[in-house]
């Protein structure tokens, strides 16, 4: 994905920049790494990985309109929803899940 985004309200970036328009990339293991690293609450990963997919910084999402806002956010969510998952399924924090004995009967 390489997609633009048209924000519906133009904003001033922390450094001075007026930005019109966002170029979206697909997210990478990275990114995740790097929101991890950030924080172990999976529920705080949100910002950092959509700063990564916009490019910005997150103190220049924190000056962007609300509703330019959640329409950004629900594209983030619906790439990590991939075939029906949860965004916390996809993004899990790489722990194996319970070890479950099979009868070999």
Known sequence: MNEKY???F???SVAGERINSLKLRRLKVKDMRTARRASDKP???DEPLMAAMTGLIPEDLAEMDLL???ALQKRFQSML????ESATTVAGN???GEVVS???Q
Do not use: H, K, R, V
């Not at 929803?81 to 029906?84: A, H, L, N």
């Open 6 to 8: 048209s924000l519906q």
């Open 10 to 12: 133009p904003f001033t």
């Open 43 to 45: 529920e705080e990963w």
């Open 68 to 70: 330019d806002y959640q």
């Open 81 to 84: 929803s991939m075939g029906g």
């Open 94 to 96: 790489g722990a194996a």
């Open 102 to 104: 099979l009868s070999t």
